[in-house]
Nanobody, 125 residues
Framework: QVQLVESGGGLVQAGGSLRLSCAASGRTFRHYSMGWFRQAPGLEREWLATIWWSTGSTIYANSVRGRFTISRDIAKNTVYLQMNSLEPEDTAVYYC??????????????????WGQGTQVTVSS
């Protein structure tokens, strides 16, 4: 049983930064893709970034490239999302997800095998 526990969300002013964490447990993730997603009220869930657990290779959505950084700590079995230069449009519930397939790009929702519970990020103007 895989468990993903997110933390690090909160309220921040525009221009500020937050770092989200996703602690994973339950199995070895060596050949998996980990991703961060978000869902704003009234909108569909949006993929933000993917990291390959084994190599650390990353890819980003255009909307966050250059502002957000995905990384992982193998020893802690944790994936991070460092978010800088936050904008009110970044307000959403943020989720991490695991796909048991390697995706060299966007991970579709349908491919995510395990989801975290979500953490709220609110950016005030």
């Amino acid at each position: 049983q895989v468990q993903l526990v997110e933390s690090g969300g909160g309220l921040v002013q525009a221009g500020g930064s937050l770092r989200l964490s996703c602690a994973a447990s339950g199995r070895t993730f060596r050949h998996y893709s980990m991703g961060w997603f978000r869902q704003a009220p009234g909108l569909e869930r949006e993929w933000l970034a993917t990291i390959w657990w084994s190599t650390g290779s990353t890819i980003y959505a255009n909307s966050v490239r250059g502002r957000f950084t995905i990384s992982r700590d193998i020893a802690k079995n944790t994936v991070y999302l460092q978010m800088n230069s936050l904008e009110p449009e970044d307000t959403a519930v943020y989720y991490c997800g695991v796909a048991t397939t390697l995706y060299n790009g966007r991970i579709p929702d349908s491919a995510v095998d395990y989801w975290g519970q979500g953490t709220q990020v609110t950016v005030s103007s």
